[in-house]
T-cell receptor, first 110, second 117 residues
Framework: RKEVEQDPGPFNVPEGATVAFNCTYS??????FFWYRQDCRKEPKLLMS???SGNEDGRFTAQLNRASQYISLLIRDSKLSDSATYLC???????????FGTGTQLKVEL | NAGVTQTPKFQVLKTGQSMTLQCAQD?????MSWYRQDPGMGLRLIHY???????DQGEVPNGYNVSRSTTEDFPLRLLSAAPSQTSVYFC????????????????FGEGSRLTVL
């Protein structure tokens, strides 16, 4: 079983739609959780951290369920510019070992 | 502020050749790491370092060596390249967090695309 699993997609959605991505992790000792965004042929960039209480940053909402070892990312009012691959990241080893999921591809269409 | 700089951006090697991928950061970050990214596999951690003189293995360390003689530099060495090492390589750094050398906010270089024939 992979340490971090994501649905690869692609998710094709119309502009303005709400879309949700899920991610599961296998190591119950994982300490920190993140969502990264990667544009085609570019380097990944941090989108947001994920906190136990859930957190929101504009149109983006992240949630963590430690009991089910599950992380989610919700994007509201999708924009064309949201088209990218979204990577779920889990940290172990005192926060020094970051394991990336394979990513979920989002395509927002007119 | 240059951030994380990787060189070269592109490289073609023949099987058995050696080379070093360079990585430098100017943010005074203690934590640095190397990942490779392959289609369908995502980013996989090769080696990481929590400070000068300290390195540790990640998920896929075989075939790669690293050293960390300064805070700024973290080169990745391929001693005898193999076609299986054809990949995109990313170097990343992070500032210290409360529980470790990384906050989890990684700053990536632009990547180095390596082809081994």
């Amino acid at each position: 079983r992979k340490e971090v699993e994501q649905d690869p997609g692609p998710f094709n959605v119309p502009e303005g739609a709400t879309v949700a991505f899920n991610c599961t992790y296998s190591n119950s000792a994982s300490q920190s959780f993140f969502w990264y965004r990667q544009d085609c042929r570019k380097e990944p960039k941090l989108l947001m951290s994920v906190y136990s209480s859930g957190n929101e940053d504009g149109r983006f909402t992240a949630q963590l369920n430690r009991a089910s070892q599950y992380i989610s990312l919700l994007i509201r009012d999708s924009k064309l510019s949201d088209s990218a691959t979204y990577l779920c990241v889990v940290a172990t080893g005192g926060g020094n070992k970051l394991t990336f999921g394979t990513g979920t591809q989002l395509k927002v269409e007119l | 502020n240059a951030g994380v700089t990787q060189t070269p951006k592109f490289q073609v090697l023949k099987t058995g050749q050696s080379m070093t991928l360079q990585c430098a950061q100017d943010m005074n970050h203690e934590y640095m790491s190397w990942y490779r990214q392959d289609p369908g596999m995502g980013l996989r951690l090769i080696h990481y370092s929590v400070g000068a003189g300290i390195t540790d293995q990640g998920e896929v360390p075989n075939g790669y060596n690293v050293s960390r003689s300064t805070t700024e530099d973290f080169p990745l060495r391929l001693l005898s390249a193999a076609p299986s090492q054809t990949s995109v390589y990313f170097c990343a750094s992070s500032s210290p967090g409360r529980t470790g050398a990384s906050t989890g906010e990684l700053f990536f270089g632009e990547g180095s695309r390596l082809t081994v024939l």
